[in-house]
């Protein structure tokens, strides 16, 4: 699978007037990268924080965290790329803060914050491919420049790996789900952190009030019927991979709440 280098990275902020700097909204601090924004800074450009897939968290936590920024000295503005919300904002704030027309525009986070989503949702055209999980078709390989109308241009960039994320995130969304070597050891950790947030969400996604992330594993095993061959074991290791798709396509209620 195919990401974004620093060094590439520095080039397409240099050939850009104004940064987009995608986030997950489940899970801003831990989507941000302050190597890229320090990179935007060293070059002179502006940024704007967009909090993405805003559908999937309470909207008081989407003002929250856009408070927390603001407050910080940021631009950030929440959006859902799915529901169309925010985009026409998106759009306005682009042009405010563009000196120029026609304005370039660089959009960059981490693999699967929904990049490229952005972009066809503001072309109004499903012009840049997409994916649901890091490394399946439609991942963005390569940077691309993309006409959005006569005043907006914008650059499509394969995910980045801030080192910053921590190493969960950088498995969970750095290769594909199928070749992640311990799943298990994986999922664990990743239900864990869920669960600190969202006590409930495993009984909303597989209606079953149980809290040990391993027999967790083990029912969702058995209740679709995985069992290796071998040991006729219920297969935590295919149920691991799918609390892990389950969490990147959203199924999973998580929702980190923003600082006070
Ligand atoms: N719920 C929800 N899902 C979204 C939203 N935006 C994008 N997605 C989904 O997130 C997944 C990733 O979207 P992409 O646009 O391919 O993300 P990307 O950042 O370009 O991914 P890479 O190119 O692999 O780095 C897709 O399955 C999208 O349908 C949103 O606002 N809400
Ligand atoms: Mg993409």
């Given at each position: 699978m195919k990401l974004a280098t620093w060094k590439q990275l520095r080039e397409v902020i240099r050939r850009a007037d104004i940064i987009l700097e995608v986030l997950d909204s489940r899970d801003p601090e831990t989507t941000r990268s302050l190597r890229a924004e320090s990179i935007i800074r060293s070059e002179g450009k502006d940024f704007i924080l967009v909090l993405n897939k805003c559908d999937l968290i309470p909207k008081t936590y989407a003002e929250g965290w856009k408070k927390f920024y603001e407050r910080n000295g940021l631009k950030a503005i929440y959006i859902s790329t799915k529901q169309r919300y925010g985009t026409r904002i998106l759009r306005r704030e682009i042009l405010r803060i563009a000196i120029t027309t026609p304005v370039i525009v660089a959009v960059i986070g981490f693999p699967k914050v929904g990049k490229s989503s952005i972009i066809n949702i503001l072309k109004g055209k499903h012009s840049a491919q997409t994916s649901p999980y890091p490394g399946t078709p439609?991942?963005?390989?390569?940077?691309?420049?993309?006409?959005?109308?006569?005043?907006?241009?914008?650059?499509?960039?394969?995910?980045?790996?801030?080192?910053?994320?921590?190493?969960?995130?950088?498995?969970?969304?750095?290769?594909?789900?199928?070749?992640?070597?311990?799943?298990?050891?994986?999922?664990?950790?990743?239900?864990?952190?869920?669960?600190?947030?969202?006590?409930?969400?495993?009984?909303?996604?597989?209606?079953?009030?149980?809290?040990?992330?391993l027999k967790l594993l083990e029912f969702i095993a058995v209740k679709r019927g995985w069992f290796y061959k071998t040991t006729h074991e219920p297969n935590i290791d295919e149920a691991a991979r799918t609390v892990i798709r389950d969490f990147l396509n959203g199924k999973i209620p998580y929702y980190v709440p923003p600082p006070q």
């Open positions: 439609g991942y963005t390989k390569n940077v691309q420049l993309y006409k959005i109308d006569n005043r907006i241009y914008m650059i499509d960039t394969p995910g980045v790996i801030p080192i910053e994320g921590g190493e969960l995130e950088a498995i969970i969304r750095g290769k594909p789900v199928e070749s992640i070597n311990e799943p298990v050891n994986i999922a664990i950790k990743l239900m864990k952190r869920i669960q600190k947030y969202v006590p409930s969400a495993f009984l909303q996604a597989y209606g079953v009030d149980e809290k040990d992330p």
